[in-house]
């Protein structure tokens, strides 16, 4: 069955997301079925870590804030996990589904692929994230250990 995305309800959690006067730093976008929907979201970057687990996939928009005192700036990433135990034909549709996530959260201008683990591509996206005028796509598989909690 093909994958639908509920493009509303997406949009929605992304908002809140991308609106610097909420508490809401990241959103996950999961599968229901064959539809995917909006997740779990919250204002601590710890709790969006633990989502990450070796059994899903998941697509996750996240909100860092860059620069120093004078100067404080919002970038977002989009994130694209794959659990070291999801299935071959899983991984695969996760790539295609990517286009489905991508009509809601729309402007892309650096993307990253790494198979390091979440950690090791979160400090190389958070270096890009210094530098790009925009969104930052991750794309992680968890092929190491368990994702890491990144020290910044």
């Known amino acids: 069955m093909a994958t639908k995305?509920?493009?509303?309800?997406?949009?929605?959690?992304?908002?809140?997301?991308?609106d610097d006067s909420s508490a809401v730093i990241w959103v996950t976008f999961k599968y229901d079925g064959s539809t995917i929907v909006p997740g779990e979201q919250g204002?601590?970057?710890?709790?969006?870590i633990q989502q990450c687990t070796d059994d899903v996939r998941l697509?996750?928009?996240?909100r860092f804030t860059t620069g120093d005192a004078m100067s404080k700036r919002?970038?977002?990433a989009l994130i694209t996990w794959i659990g070291e135990n999801v299935?071959?034909?899983?991984?695969?549709?996760?790539?295609?589904?990517?286009?489905?996530?991508?009509?809601?959260?729309?402007?892309?201008?650096?993307v990253f692929f790494e198979g390091l683990g979440l950690g090791a591509t979160i400090q190389q996206g958070r270096d890009g994230l210094r530098w790009a005028p925009g969104?930052?796509?991750?794309?992680?598989?968890g092929y190491v250990s368990g994702p890491p909690v990144p020290d910044w």
């Open 5 to 18: 995305i509920d493009k509303e309800a997406c949009r929605t959690a992304y908002n809140l997301v991308r």
């Open 43 to 48: 204002a601590e970057y710890q709790d969006f």
């Open 87 to 110: 299935s071959g034909l899983q991984r695969a549709k996760t790539g295609t589904d990517k286009t489905l996530v991508k009509e809601v959260v729309q402007v892309t201008l650096l």
């Open 59 to 62: 697509f996750a928009f996240v």
């Open 74 to 76: 919002s970038k977002f």
């Open 135 to 141: 969104l930052v796509t991750l794309n992680v598989s």
